[in-house]
C-alpha cells in the first residue's frame, strides 16, 4: 500500500519525509558535479584572449576555424550519442573544447592536434581529464592512409575491453576532412560511426544522388559502406575566425553487413575512382581507359552488355548497388583473364 493512503502517516509527515529526500539527492548531485572536472567554456573572448596571450594567430593552413557556439559543440557530441564504452578519437584538438565535453560522456577520448602551439594550450585546458589522450601529429600518414599511430592508439584502446566501440567524433580541419573519412572505411578499425563537422560542399558530395552535378566516387563509396545524414547547416558566424562557406555537421552510421557484400572492398573503391575520373565521357570509353592494359575493348563490351549497359550509359547515371554489380562483373572478367584470384586495377583515377 502507499503510504499516502495509510492513515496511521500524517500527510505533514509525508511532506517532510519527501522534502529530505529531495534534499539529499541535490546535494548528491551538487557534490558530484564538483567532483567532475572543468572545462572552460571557449567563447570568441576567451580564445583570442589566450591566443593573444601567446602571441599567435589560428594558422589557416591547418584549417584553424573554432567552433565557438556552445550549443553546436554539444551537438557533435549528442550526435555521436557517446557512453562509458565509447572509444573517441577526434582530429583537431584545437583548444580542446569538443575534447573536453566529449570525455564527460565517453569511455577514452583520443584527440590528435598537428600544431605544437595548440597541442601546448590544449594540455592546459584539458589536464584535468583522465581519460583523455593526447598525440601531437599529422593525423595523416599520407592521403590515401591514416598515421599508424594513430591507428594503434585506437586499436590499443579497443583491446581494453571487447564492449568497446570506436567512433570518430570531430570538428574536422577542411582540407583533409576528405581523405579521412574516405581512408577511415578502409583502415584496420573502421569507425561504427562518424558524426563530424565538415564544408557544406563536401557533406552535399557524401549525401549525394545519380544525376546531380554532386554525385561522384565519394558519394558511392561512402553510401556503399554507410548511411549519411546532414544533421546540421552551419553559417561561417558559428565559428572563430569565420570561414569563407557554410559548413554542416554530418552522421555517418557504418553499416558492417554492407560492407559484407562486396568481395573486394579495395577494388571497389579503385573502381569508382576510376570510373568518374572523366566525368562527360560515356561511361564505355572510361572503363576501357581505366582497364587499359588489362581487357581490351572487346572484352570491356562484352562486360556492359552482359549488364545491360548501353553505349550512351553515364557512370553518374547509375544507382550505387548497379555500380557494385557492374564492378563485380569487371573483377571477375579479370580473374577469367589474368587467372589472378585476387586482381587489382592498373589505373586507378586520382
Ligand atoms: N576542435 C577544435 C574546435 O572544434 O574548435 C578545432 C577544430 S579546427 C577546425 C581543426 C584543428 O585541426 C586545428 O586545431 C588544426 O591545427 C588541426 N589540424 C589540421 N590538420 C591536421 C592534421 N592533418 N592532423 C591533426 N590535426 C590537424
Not at 584538438?93 to 597541442?119: H, K, N, Q, R
Amino acid at each position: 500500500m502507499d503510504k499516502s493512503d495509510d492513515p496511521t502517516y500524517p500527510a505533514e509527515a509525508i511532506a517532510a519525509v519527501e522534502a529530505a529526500a529531495a534534499a539529499r539527492a541535490a546535494a548528491k548531485k551538487a557534490k558530484a558535479d564538483a567532483n567532475k572536472p572543468k572545462v572552460n567554456r571557449q567563447t570568441v573572448s576567451y580564445l583570442s584572449r589566450r591566443f593573444a596571450e601567446v602571441g599567435l594567430n589560428p594558422n589557416k593552413r591547418h584549417g584553424q576555424n573554432f567552433l565557438v557556439d556552445l550549443n553546436l559543440i554539444q551537438m557533435i557530441a549528442s550526435t555521436a550519442k557517446l557512453n562509458s564504452n565509447d572509444v573517441v578519437l577526434e582530429i583537431g584538438t584545437g583548444m580542446g573544447s569538443l575534447t573536453g565535453l566529449m570525455a564527460l560522456e565517453a569511455g577514452t577520448v583520443i584527440t590528435v592536434e598537428i600544431d605544437e602551439y595548440l597541442f601546448q594550450m590544449a594540455s592546459e585546458e584539458l589536464e584535468e581529464l583522465d581519460n583523455v589522450i593526447m598525440l601531437k601529429q599529422d593525423a595523416l600518414k599520407n592521403k590515401n592512409k591514416m598515421h599508424e599511430n594513430v591507428i594503434n592508439a585506437v586499436k590499443e584502446q579497443l583491446a581494453i575491453n571487447p564492449d568497446r566501440v570506436f567512433k570518430l567524433a570531430a570538428n574536422l580541419p577542411y582540407n583533409v576532412a576528405t581523405p579521412i573519412i574516405s581512408n577511415f572505411l578502409r583502415s584496420e578499425v573502421v569507425p561504427a560511426s562518424m558524426s563530424v563537422t565538415i564544408q557544406k560542399e563536401l557533406a552535399d558530395r557524401l549525401v549525394a544522388k545519380p544525376g546531380s552535378k554532386d554525385y561522384g566516387a565519394l558519394s558511392v563509396w561512402v553510401q556503399g559502406l554507410c548511411d549519411v545524414s546532414i544533421v546540421r547547416v552551419m553559417s561561417p558566424k558559428v565559428f572563430w575566425p569565420r570561414p569563407k562557406v557554410d559548413s554542416a555537421i554530418i552522421h555517418i552510421e557504418h553499416r558492417p553487413e554492407r560492407r559484407a557484400s562486396f568481395a573486394d572492398i579495395d577494388f571497389f573503391y579503385a573502381f569508382v575512382r576510376a570510373m568518374f575520373f572523366h566525368r562527360r565521357k560515356f561511361m564505355r570509353s572510361v572503363a576501357v581507359a581505366a582497364f587499359k592494359g588489362q581487357l581490351d575493348k572487346t572484352q570491356v563490351d562484352e562486360v556492359l552488355a552482359a549488364e545491360n549497359h548501353g553505349a550512351n550509359a553515364r557512370t553518374e547515371e547509375l544507382q550505387g548497388v548497379e555500380l557494385q554489380k557492374l564492378c563485380e562483373a569487371f573483377r571477375q572478367k579479370l580473374i577469367k583473364v589474368t587467372g589472378q584470384e585476387r586482381p587489382k586495377m592498373a589505373n586507378q583515377g586520382n
